[in-house]
């Protein structure tokens, strides 16, 4: 009875801020379709769950634990709620990792099988990126083929997941005095494979049960992913594929073109991608498209894959996370191809209403009720020929009436961190040194992540606007991956001209370099350019010894994946104040509580934060930059703004 009730009540404009989303929400409404922002909000969510204090870690329990009194009851093995918080805090992280090595596994067997000549329709493209990487962790680049640097390079990242004794190699990337607090702490990787089923095999019932050495692993297992699987995906999809350098590109579901053949394409890894996007480019498919009655092919992205060919290539993307079943209900979607991470299982039921083909290609993701057709990189056109004539075939019979919200906004992305050194110093002293400048005489204020998810628990992409105009207004340069880049894009902060939105010191920074205030990095992998950006800036000097020290604050303000877990952690480990919005599944008044928001900075590494509101995220992230400001001794005393009306009014 409920359902139709809610459907009436709750306003579409109340659950998210994309407009384009609403329009299709509205309409699927009418259609009798519902969508996850509908389902968001008829969910409840379990009051103990949402605070971690349930455990199912074996068939004695499942034991739930009391919230309000957290040392009124311990479960049946006698497991105190902070052993439960940090197992399931260690569970989330080992998916999360998980997720992303096993992403940048496949990434490096690619790679491999380019250097063998299993693989012929990738190449090594930048060998420039290839020589740096490889120079980066101590392999000899002078006088060497792109073969023998290529194979040394392979074989050293190699261990980065498989690796049982020693440091990952990617190690070696960070500032001295970040590594060496690793090395006290014992939370140096060893390799990612070790340290996920170390994880796991901890928090089996009767194994580690001490907050603080379960947390120490999440530590570890957190990095593994940041300096280790995330890194070397990053890394080796730029030497295949390309770094990214500014390039402009349209968002929104705009992007769409009722008179093309309009086929998505959503996951995390670019392979797939590439391969599509070299298919809709194959004259064959173009006449064949024509025949049937299309102007052509249009190919657009989703998510975080989306992000990265937006990066690289500049190809239109229609949306993140919250939108991928809204955008199916334009009618005009004729095939969506995903690969893994993040793909709905609604998605099917949504495709089946509206004769869209739902592809899964990934031997990871299969999905009931989608068409599996298998993508296997030494033969690509063996899926990629199969999408494309299925998509074509949907083309000629549309049955339903096409809608498509006219939004679209263009941008500029693509911003790697070879480039902001480039663009920074300029071809012949390319260096962060303008950037550490500009922060030490307090142009700019910090440096801020914005990064990850929209979570339907709170409107979309709301959370993440806010707080970003939030940021730049107090002259905080902000960079941008995934769902939230996204988010930015819709609302065109991706210019130059959205420097009029910012303080006055940052604006001027911008306007001399020619940047917008918000700098779109790609996808989640893609944080790890964060982290390298943010050791160059150590290395530059002048801002302290070790990331730690520095003047920056990262967010998730709408996340919801065990991946934005492993990445807030290993930004933590990293040394820096991570701010989640949405909620955070911990008690508090609890030591575990206290670990994490207190006691990680005491042992010299980052912080978790927590706040719902917008402005009250930007608030701590600004005050811990501040505060980091006047411990490397550059601060000088000065006042948070606040946007106001009239600021907004000029927006
Ligand atoms: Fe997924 Fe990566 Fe989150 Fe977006 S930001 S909802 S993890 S697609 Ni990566
Ligand atoms: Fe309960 Fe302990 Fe079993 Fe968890 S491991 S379900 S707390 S008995």
């Known amino acids: 009875m409920n359902e139709k009730k809610i459907r009436k009540e709750i306003k579409a404009s109340d659950l998210t801020t994309c407009e384009a989303t609403m329009q299709m929400l509205e309409k699927a409404r009418k259609e009798g379709i519902k969508l996850n922002l509908d389902r968001a909000a008829e969910m409840k969510a379990c009051p103990i769950g949402v605070k971690a204090a349930c455990c199912k870690n074996c068939f004695m329990g499942p034991c739930r634990l009391d919230t309000k009194n957290p040392y009124s009851k311990v479960g049946i093995c006698g497991a105190t709620i902070d052993t439960v918080m940090a197992r399931n805090f260690a569970r989330m992280v080992a998916t999360g990792s998980a997720a992303h090595n096993d992403h940048g596994m496949h990434i490096l067997k690619i790679f491999k099988q380019i250097i063998n000549g299993e693989i012929k329709d990738y190449a090594i493209s930048d060998n420039l990126k290839l020589e740096q990487v490889a120079a980066s962790i101590g392999i000899d680049v002078q006088g060497r083929s792109t073969k023998e640097i290529a194979t040394d390079l392979c074989e050293e990242l190699e261990k980065t997941y498989t690796q049982v004794e020693g440091e990952i190699p990617f190690v070696k990337r960070a500032p001295e005095k970040t590594v060496e607090t690793w090395r006290k702490l014992g939370i140096v990787p060893r390799g990612a494979m070790r340290e996920v089923m170390e994880m796991l095999s901890r928090t089996h019932i009767g194994s580690d049960q001490h907050y603080e050495s379960l947390t120490k692993q999440s530590s570890r297992t957190a990095l593994a992913d940041g300096w280790g699987g995330s890194?070397?995906?990053?890394?080796?999809?730029?030497?295949?594929?390309?770094?990214?350098?500014?390039v402009l590109a349209d968002v929104n579901m705009?992007?769409?073109?009722?008179?093309?053949?309009?086929?998505?394409?959503?996951?995390?890894?670019?392979?797939?991608?590439?391969?599509?996007?070299?298919?809709?480019?194959?004259?064959?498919?173009?006449?064949?498209?024509?025949?049937?009655?299309?102007?052509?092919?249009?190919?657009?992205?989703?998510?975080?894959?989306?992000?990265?060919?937006?990066?690289?290539?500049?190809?239109?993307?229609?949306?993140?996370?919250?939108?991928?079943?809204a955008v199916i209900v334009t009618g005009a979607v004729d095939a969506m191809v995903v690969d893994i991470q993040c793909i709905k299982q609604g998605l099917a039921e949504v495709a089946r209403c509206y004769d869209t083909h739902l592809i899964t290609t990934n031997p990871r993701c299969h999905i009931e009720g989608a068409t599996h057709i298998e993508f296997d990189e030494q033969d690509p056109k063996k899926c990629t020929d199969k999408v494309l004539a299925k998509a074509i075939a949907r083309y000629s019979t549309r049955s339903k009436p096409v809608e498509i919200p006219q939004l679209t906004t263009t941008g500029v992305h693509g911003f790697s961190h070879e480039y902001v050194k480039y663009m920074l110093g300029g071809t012949f002293r390319g260096g962060y040194t303008p950037l550490n400048d500009n922060?030490?005489?307090?142009?700019?204020r910090g440096v801020a992540g914005v990064v990850g998810c929209t979570n339907p628990k709170v409107k979309q992409d709301y959370v993440h606007i806010e707080l970003v105009k939030d940021l730049i207004k107090n002259d905080i340069l902000v960079l941008q991956t995934g769902c939230s880049q996204i988010a930015l894009a819709k609302a065109g902060l991706m210019v130059p001209e959205a420097a009029c939105m910012a303080g006055s010191g940052l604006a001027e920074v911008c306007e001399t370099v020619g940047i917008p205030p918000v700098l779109g990095l790609g996808s989640c992998v893609d944080n790890t350019r964060i982290l390298i950006a943010a050791s160059a800036m150590v290395k530059e000097g002048g801002l302290g010894n070790s990331l730690a020290d520095l003047p920056v604050a990262g967010a998730a303000p709408e996340w919801m994946s065990e991946k934005a877990v492993a990445i807030g952690h290993y930004f933590v480990a990293s040394g820096i104040f991570t701010v989640f919005g949405v909620g955070f599944p911990v008690v508090d008044k609890t030591k575990f509580y206290d670990l994490l928001f207190n006691g990680f900075e005491k042992q010299g590494l980052g912080k978790w934060g927590v706040a719902a509101d917008p402005h009250e995220i930007a608030k701590l992230m600004i005050d811990h930059i501040d505060k980091k400001r006047k411990q490397l001794g550059i601060d000088k005393s000065r006042e948070r703004i606040l946007v106001d009306m009239?600021?907004?009014?000029?927006l």
């Open 646 to 650: 009239a600021d907004r009014r000029g």
């Open 254 to 325: 705009g992007v769409l073109k009722e008179d093309h053949v309009n086929i998505i394409v959503h996951g995390h890894e670019p392979s797939m991608f590439e391969s599509v996007l070299a298919a809709v480019n194959d004259p064959f498919f173009i006449d064949a498209a024509k025949d049937k009655g299309a102007e052509g092919i249009n190919l657009v992205g989703m998510c975080c894959s989306g992000a990265e060919m937006m990066s690289r290539h500049g190809i239109a993307h229609a949306g993140n996370f919250s939108s991928t079943e």
């Open 231 to 246: 890194m070397v995906a990053t890394e080796l999809s730029d030497i295949m594929f390309g770094t990214p350098s500014p």
């Open 439 to 444: 922060i030490i005489n307090g142009r700019i």
